[in-house]
């Protein structure tokens, strides 16, 4: 492999810091001074999330506050902020629940959306706060909404053995579809299978290369969130899909950059994020219409099956990635609940 050859994280890495110059662009010139402040844990993505967020807090004051649209958006002074009350950010939080974006399309936020954005006013305020840039902080007097717990959406054992059967015999696809379906079928198995029983992301799926597969050792070497970089096991029938899939991966010239990609498209290059979220939606819209499922469902699933079966939450928090188990427990505490439930109804104190 090419040592000057960069990989797909890192031509990702590229874009992404792109993409958040672009963005600090339209926003006040002072804003770049938090985002050099960041830590370097933090990842680009991340970053441009927060940019997002940033800029729709002060189109908000550009569109609400007389004093603030004097002002072309990126000659905002600091100043601003010391003059921003609590009761604006209890307004820009009531605003949060719909307004328009760039397109004139009306954007909705719900509370889990609401509570992100001013996570990321309160990092914001908090920075210029602490250096004593600000005398003020109102975001942090604002409390965050409250959060109703989320079911998790999983597939049952009985639907993910329909999934795969689905994806090998092409049953109920249109017949467009299945005019590709005989192109895709092994390389289809090869994903689901992989992240059913990894439970690995979609984007550390699609930036894996040929030489991360280990198939002797049955491990695959993925970039987790956050950059670092991990390995992963997995089990026979992984195995056997990967393997069927590789046979026909060698044969394939592959386009201008994806030569090292493990998985590709029909136009022979890396195969994106977004393809292979349309081709979970695809097949698992043939097993149930009432679950939306998403690759961040097929992780969800994989979690739910390991906590079941091990019982074990800082196994599952490994094996997912997560450097927090308490990321983990949120995720997977509604079980043991369930768990607790039925352990309760098991026992007749008298028979009816």
Do not use: W
């Not at 439930?341 to 007749?348: C, F, G, H, N, P």
């Amino acid at each position: 492999m090419d040592k000057n050859k960069t990989n797909y994280h890192d031509e990702l890495n590229k874009k992404n810091i792109t993409k958040l110059r672009e963005l600090l662009d339209t926003l006040p010139a002072f804003c770049k001074m938090y985002f050099r402040g960041m830590n370097d844990t933090i990842s680009s993505r991340t970053k441009i999330a927060y940019a997002y967020d940033l800029r729709v807090f002060f189109e908000f004051l550009h569109k609400n506050n007389s004093e603030v649209s004097k002002y072309e958006m990126k000659d905002i002074p600091i100043t601003i902020l010391d003059r921003v009350s609590r009761e604006d950010v209890e307004e820009y939080m009531e605003y949060l629940s719909l307004y328009k974006n760039d397109n004139e399309d009306d954007v909705l936020n719900d509370e889990r959306g609401k509570s992100r954005k001013l996570a990321s006013l309160r990092s914001f305020y908090n920075y210029y706060f602490k250096n004593e840039l600000i005398e003020t902080n109102p975001p942090a007097l604002v409390p965050m909404p409250k959060l109703h717990e989320k079911e998790i959406i999983r597939l049952e054992p009985d639907e993910v053995a329909t999934l795969l059967d689905q994806v090998e015999a092409g049953t109920n696809l249109t017949k467009k579809q299945l005019s590709y379906h005989s192109k895709t079928v092994v390389r289809d198995m090869a994903i689901l299978t992989l992240l059913l029983g990894t439970g690995i992301r979609v984007s550390e799926c699609v930036g894996i290369d040929i030489n991360d597969v280990d198939f002797e050792n049955t491990r695959v070497k993925v970039r987790r969130k956050g950059g670092y970089e991990d390995v992963v096991y997995f089990g026979d029938e992984v195995l056997k899909a990967l393997i069927e899939y590789y046979e026909e991966r060698k044969h394939i010239i592959a386009f201008s950059g994806s030569e090292d990609a493990f998985f590709l498209s029909l136009q022979n290059k890396r195969i994106s994020v977004r393809a292979v979220e349309k081709l979970v939606k695809k097949y698992s819209s043939l097993v149930t219409n009432v679950k939306k499922i998403t690759p961040h469902k097929l992780r969800s699933t994989f979690g739910t099956n390991l906590y079941q079966e091990t019982g074990d939450i800082y196994l599952v928090a490994d094996v997912l990635g997560h450097k927090d188990v308490n990321t983990t427990r949120k995720h997977y505490a509604a079980m043991k609940d369930e768990h607790k439930r039925k352990a309760a109804k098991a026992v007749k104190l008298r028979e009816d």
